[in-house]
């Protein structure tokens, strides 16, 4: 198989990755003022003081291999995205020592990082879903060198895609926590779960009717044949996958709509990548355009090879180890 | 100000106050892994306390040193995208086998570190502490390997105004490399051990939790008097070093601002950019030879030698450089003194050194900034030294967008910053014996923490 091709797989996973296990933390964060009792947020903040860490390593991960895989990819896109970035880096630490000083306030100031807690989660995934409309709709570029301005990102439909990703984050948060929380907290889980499926499978039709119309490549990409036979199970699955979720959020199941939700969010990411395939920059410049040499491609992947598969066996291993229902008394330290 | 000063005063700042973190958190990871395997040995619960209550201030400084570095590798890319573009085969590759090496295994395991008492067995803990440990330290290496590189570069060739990677293992192990990795570890334990010892000392002056504080003091201090005569010997090898591959920098460090033989040592100047010279200077003549040719009359190269490609800040340099080797010469006193009181046995009645103690708590860290600042400021013009320049490194950017992202990153990690030293001193006035578990959970869970009585 292609190196480059293989490197492009390798970020589109560390991505993927990252937008399911930082999803349903930075989901549990956007959700975080509307639970209705201090006790809900105690334990919301619990199961994923743990883990969240290692979730949010998987964005450096994106970043850096991207890197080192497109470095002129990265030096595209970064500039044309200055301004999100920077919004999101510093919503990120508003949210990341939200984890440590929480805990450590009198709970009469504790609405002081309950709310910087919330306010940061939903600002990184407000940017985060406004530079996925950005990254469709494309950059401005001569020469390999962004031209645009600094606010080029800014449109309807990035202001869109960004509320879609914060509905989709909240979906996945309010299923991670029908799966591990009880009693009331779980009942009030379910409550905005419901709401969230159905807004987040309108966003999911509207890109799904948008892209097609507004990119000619894009509705040949799904409508010519042969690809319509080859692709048209996508659609019935998403359908399938959100009948599934539904059921489970209404009746007692607590596994089932968690990963039917990862399960669109997967679906929906195909869907993307097989849209912009093979452009890594929209309009013009694809994977084979912008990848590093051979040389820095092999050492990445090589390394890759090596160690994903520990990083994985360990990370299931942490998961493990914190399994179960999360209540009040537990996993404090 | 242009887009390169202020991108330079971005990264700078980001930078210098990331890098507090990591020298806190490599130290101190180190520190709780020796703590938690007396505690395994010899099943003293002082240790236990001891671990316990610095794991609180490692978490807190962790968290400051993720969500602050993060920032950094993006940085990269919206400020200085020409070096991206440019030398992205190069440093790229080696920040991703960081994150895949370090970042992802210290972010595992301190979950387990700081929630998994309850979870799993003492000696699967005590092994997350050394997993989170060897993760802080496969990101050293990485990360300084990068930026060795870009101070003695290596390894590389150039197609089509790219550079690629001609030899990993040169570019791994450039030149500077062992240098600065064997400086900044030791930098980091040095660090650690001071900010240990500080707490510790102020514990026995208030006469507060003596033995939890006796305990972590001795080991803390012979850290000290072991640690600052190595950190002096790598640092003055590391100056050797530099002088052969970037001899500007050292001239710089030196103030010397013409070639000559039998260059004194200027122990303290104003430099005085314009006339190219140094006002109100105290000097030893002809030691900066001895010291850097080991011969009274070698010869020293001065700045007129690089006026062609530029110059750095030498005012910056200068006194960053001073600043670092007199906190040096204090540390190995406090050691000196540390390990004679030890001798003597008293080492706890020591007032005045654990006096001095508490004032040396920060200063690790500042010293080890200052040395970043030496050798960061001193590389310039260049980003990459002889290959790049700064002022060619940049994005296509304007300046009021990185003036407001500048002032985002001031306004942010100030009440950051605050809030770190609002919650250590917190938790330092709760101290090491408070932090029994049941009695913790109850203090989280239930919201009467101002009622429940302390010290089960």
Redesign the interface.
């Known amino acids: 198989m292609d190196i480059v091709l293989m490197s492009a797989a390798l970020i589109g996973f560390g991505i993927l990755v990252y937008v399911l296990l930082d999803g349903f933390d930075l989901g549990v964060g956007i959700l975080f003022l509307w639970a209705p009792r201090?006790a809900d947020r105690?334990v919301m903040m619990s199961s994923i003081?743990?883990?969240w860490?290692?979730n949010?390593?998987w964005?450096?991960?994106g970043?850096?291999?991207l890197?080192?895989?497109f470095?002129?990819a990265?030096?595209?896109?970064?500039?044309a995205?200055?301004?999100p970035?920077?919004?999101m880096?510093?919503a990120?630490?508003?949210?990341?020592?939200a984890?440590?000083?929480r805990?450590?306030t009198?709970?009469t100031h504790r609405w002081v990082w309950d709310t910087a807690f919330w306010g940061g989660s939903t600002v990184v995934a407000l940017m985060q879903g406004m530079m996925l409309g950005a990254v469709i709709e494309g950059f401005r570029v001569v020469n390999?060198?962004?031209?645009g301005g600094?606010f080029d990102w800014l449109t309807s439909f990035s202001v869109t895609t960004g509320f879609a990703l914060v509905m989709g984050y909240a979906l996945l948060g309010s299923t991670w926590l029908i799966m591990k929380t009880e009693e009331a907290t779980q009942l009030w889980a379910r409550s905005v779960a419901k709401p969230l499926l159905l807004i987040v499978l309108c966003f999911i039709l509207m890109v799904s009717i948008k892209t097609p119309l507004e990119y000619p490549q894009i509705a040949q990409r799904w409508f010519s044949f042969p690809n319509i036979l080859w692709l048209s199970p996508v659609p019935g699955l998403t359908t399938g996958l959100a009948l599934k979720a539904w059921k489970g959020i209404i009746s007692k199941e607590e596994h089932s709509p968690f990963w039917c939700t990862i399960g669109l969010f997967v679906l929906s990411y195909l869907g993307l990548a097989i849209s912009l395939y093979p452009y890594l920059v929209m309009p013009h410049l694809t994977f084979w355009d912008l990848a590093?040499?051979e040389?820095?491609l092999k050492?990445?992947l090589g390394?890759?090879c090596f160690?994903?598969p520990i990083?994985f066996g360990?990370?299931i291993?942490?998961y493990r180890?914190?399994k179960g229902k999360v209540t009040?008394?537990?996993?404090?330290? | 100000m242009d887009v390169a000063l202020l991108s330079r005063i971005q990264f700078a700042f980001t930078m210098g106050f990331h890098i507090i973190w990591p020298i806190l958190t490599i130290g101190l990871v180190t520190f709780l892994a020796i703590t938690e395997a007396c505690w395994l040995k010899t099943d003293n619960p002082v240790y236990l306390k001891l671990y316990k209550f610095f794991a609180k201030i490692f978490a807190l400084a962790f968290g400051m040193g993720v969500v602050t570095g993060i920032p950094l590798a993006y940085q990269f890319g919206t400020n200085f995208s020409e070096f991206s573009h440019q030398a992205g085969a190069i440093i790229g590759p080696l920040l991703g086998v960081e994150v895949m090496t370090a970042f992802f295994l210290e972010a595992a395991f301190i979950g387990v570190m700081l929630f998994g008492w309850n979870h799993v067995s003492p000696k699967v803990h005590f092994l997350a502490t050394v997993l989170v440990a060897v993760g802080t330290y496969n990101s050293t290496f990485w990360v300084i390997s990068a930026n060795s590189w870009m101070q003695t570069p290596q390894g590389h060739g150039f197609e089509a105004g790219r550079m690629f990677v001609e030899d990993w293992w040169q570019i791994i192990f450039n030149p500077s490399f062992p240098y600065r990795l064997s400086h900044m570890l030791v930098a980091t334990y040095l660090s650690a051990a001071l900010f240990v010892s500080g707490i510790c000392a102020y514990f026995l002056l208030k006469r507060v939790h003596i033995e939890v504080a006796k305990k972590g003091f001795k080991m803390a201090i012979l850290m000290v008097a072991i640690l600052a005569p190595i950190q002096i010997f790598i640092g003055d090898l590391h100056g050797l070093h530099t002088k052969e591959h970037q001899p500007a920098k050292v001239a710089a460090i030196e103030a010397l601002w013409e070639t000559r033989q039998g260059a004194p040592l200027v122990l303290w100047a104003i430099p005085d950019r314009e006339l190219a010279t140094n006002r109100y200077a105290i000097e030893i003549p002809k030691l900066a030879s001895l010291i850097l040719t080991h011969d009274w009359n070698g010869e020293v190269k001065g700045l007129n030698e690089f006026k062609e490609v530029g110059i750095p800040s030498v005012a910056t340099v200068f006194y960053a450089f001073r600043l670092m080797v007199g906190l040096g010469t204090l540390f190995l006193f406090v050691g000196v003194w540390g390990a004679w009181a030890t001798y003597r046995g008293n080492l706890y009645r020591s007032r005045w050194l654990q006096r001095l103690s508490i004032i040396c708590a920060p200063l690790g860290v500042v010293a080890t900034i200052s040395g970043w600042i030496v050798t960061e400021v001193g590389r310039q013009p260049w980003i990459i030294q002889g290959v790049m320049k700064t002022r060619d490194a940049l994005s296509p950017i304007i300046p009021e967008i990185v003036s407001l992202s500048l002032l985002g990153f001031v306004i942010v990690y100030t009440l950051m910053g605050f809030a770190f030293l609002y919650y250590v001193h917190h938790l330092i006035q709760k101290g090491p014996e408070t932090f029994v578990l049941e009695e913790e959970w109850l203090e989280l869970v239930t919201h009467t923490a101002h009622i429940t009585p302390k010290g089960k």
């Open positions: 201090d105690n003081a743990p883990v860490d290692g949010a390593t964005l450096i991960f970043g850096g291999v890197f080192a895989a470095p002129t990265y030096s595209i896109v970064l500039p995205l200055y301004v970035i920077m919004v880096l510093l990120l630490i508003f949210r990341g020592v984890f440590e000083y805990l450590k009198n709970p390999n060198r962004y031209v600094p590093a040499p040389s820095s050492f990445v390394v890759s160690t994903l990083v360990y990370t291993f942490v180890v914190f009040e008394q537990k996993n404090f330290y």
